[in-house]
């Protein structure tokens, strides 16, 4: 039996042989030998072919492309299983041959998850979801370009998954078994990091273990990535786990020495040439302690904010990218430009949040041109438009004044 693996880097195996995708060298051969696979029970036309493998400007000859990336595939093929024919070729189409049995493990693991869902027993339905999230190597076809018709199975894959660890997870916290939690977080973290309520299940399977040191470090890396992957901020459940594991992860008699060695190892900031840049979390404490001194010391401080603003119709692909090189060039404009010890998060996908302590109101304002200034001059003038606010903390405010 020959076996495939579609979720995770392609390969096609048997007990003796195996055809990865590092060995075809060719991520059309690729694209069109999974293509075939995925349509294994039915003929698949010509027009059917080229439409899934080329737009209309990548090739001006689609059909006599096909034919010689057939014929290579066909090459590539025999050198691993000589005596195979593995695809026939018909009037107008090409198709799987039937004689040809295959394993495919995106279809083991569809099959497993709809045992699940009629399965009677809870046992039987975790048996059945543990075996189809353990038997996913990671997502469609990981490493290939992908197509449009790649992307509705990545996603169709992806919604099974994640339903699978949902339902799962969701048993094992039940029942309190805890290790086996830890175990299967784990995976799916690793599959998909944007997932806020595994990390907080991984979390909590961790602490229940006693292992806060573990326990902090995820929290910390999901708080990390849905701030500078996503921009967007935590849920009141994530940070509630983050303020239990501050409570009850230190010991009692401990040495002032040892207190500042663990904080210099696991702080939650960055500091660039001085400047510190740290989660939205720690910035809002940093906030409301300086809110707290102003009023008391009555000295003044200010709330700045800054805007990346793409121009409107720039396509989305290059919104993205950017935007994203726009971000990247102003942290490294704030790193160089805001006095030390400036705190520094970013607030969103094209926002900064800093507190400038001390300045006068115009000097602020200075500074803020400054970094605009700065900015610009990266070569980013004409691309985007930056945008400063800025805002007194505690005092009687003033208007909110926009700088450009």
Not at 137 to 156: A, C, D, K, P, T
Not at 246 to 257: A, F, L, P, V, W
Request: charged letters at 30%.
């Amino acid at each position: 039996m020959i076996r495939v693996q579609l979720l995770g880097r392609f390969r096609m195996y048997d007990e003796t042989r195996c055809l990865s995708e590092e060995a075809i060298h060719s991520p059309m051969i690729t694209k069109l030998l999974v293509y075939m696979i995925c349509n294994k029970n039915h003929i698949v036309t010509l027009e059917q072919l080229t439409e899934a493998l080329w737009t209309d400007e990548e090739s001006e000859n689609p059909y006599g492309a096909l034919k010689n990336l057939m014929y290579r595939l066909r090459v590539t093929l025999r050198k691993v299983w000589p005596v195979e024919e593995f695809i026939l070729t018909g009037r107008g189409y090409y198709q799987w041959n039937p004689q040809v049995a295959i394993e495919v493990d995106e279809e083991v693991f569809f099959e497993l998850c709809r045992r699940a869902e009629r399965a009677k027993k809870q046992e039987e339905q975790d048996l059945l979801w543990e075996q189809a999230i353990c038997g996913c190597n990671g997502r469609f076809l990981n490493g290939v370009v992908s197509q449009y018709w790649m992307e509705v199975r990545l996603r169709e894959d992806h919604a099974c998954y994640m339903k699978a660890v949902t339902k799962l997870t969701e048993s094992l916290e039940q029942r309190e078994a805890y290790e086996k939690l830890e175990e299967i977080c784990k995976r799916a973290v690793r599959m998909d990091p944007q997932n806020e309520k595994v990390y907080c299940r991984l979390i909590r399977a961790l602490m229940h273990q006693g292992k806060t040191a573990e326990a902090m470090k995820y929290c910390q890396e999901a708080e990390g990535y849905l701030y500078n992957r996503m921009g967007i901020r935590p849920s009141g459940e994530l940070r509630g786990l983050f303020a239990e594991l501050m409570k009850q992860g230190h010991i009692s008699g401990s040495d002032i020495e040892s207190i500042q060695e663990e904080m210099d190892a696991e702080q939650c900031v960055k500091e660039t040439s001085g400047v510190l840049f740290c989660e939205y979390g720690v910035f809002r404490h940093i906030y409301e302690m300086e809110t707290q001194r102003v009023g008391t010391l009555g000295f003044t401080e200010w709330l700045c904010l800054l805007t990346i603003h793409i121009p409107e119709g720039t396509e989305e692909q290059e919104k993205r990218r950017i935007l994203n090189d726009g971000m990247d060039k102003m942290k490294h404009v704030l790193g160089r430009v805001l006095p030390k010890g400036t705190a520094v998060t970013k607030y969103s996908p094209d926002q900064y949040l800093f507190l400038l302590p001390c300045f006068p109101y115009e000097e602020a304002k200075m500074m803020i041109k400054q970094i605009i200034y700065s900015f610009y001059t990266a070569d980013h003038k004409g691309k985007v438009q930056v945008i400063g606010d800025l805002k007194e903390l505690y005092q009687e405010p003033r208007e909110l004044e926009k700088i450009n």
